[in-house]
């Protein structure tokens, strides 16, 4: 893309080196994956995520509290009433 199309954004990264950006598209797309496969009561949960990391271990930490899975179990329930 010419410079002048160009985004001051898309000009750092196309400083960026080759394999940074490789690990960021294939970590957007794990995140893509985990992301369509949770519930709507989970999303609440993983909206600040920047990366697969983050949401996995956000994840973990949610669903490892027995008060938190109560919750959310809960409000499947609720939803599933309407």
């Not at 960026?16 to 949770?38: A, E, T």
């Not at 983050?54 to 008060?67: D, G, I, K, M, R």
Request: with cysteine; aromatic share 8%; charged share 10%.
């Amino acid at each position: 893309m010419p410079p002048v199309y160009m985004s001051s954004n898309d000009m750092a990264l196309s400083s960026l080196s080759p394999s940074y950006l490789s690990w960021k598209q294939q970590d957007q797309l794990i995140m893509s994956v985990i992301i369509s496969s949770l519930s709507t009561e989970m999303l609440h949960f993983v909206v600040d995520c920047q990366t697969s990391h983050v949401l996995w271990t956000t994840l973990e930490t949610a669903l490892a509290s027995p008060f938190n899975s109560l919750i959310i179990q809960l409000h499947g329930s609720f939803q599933d009433l309407r």
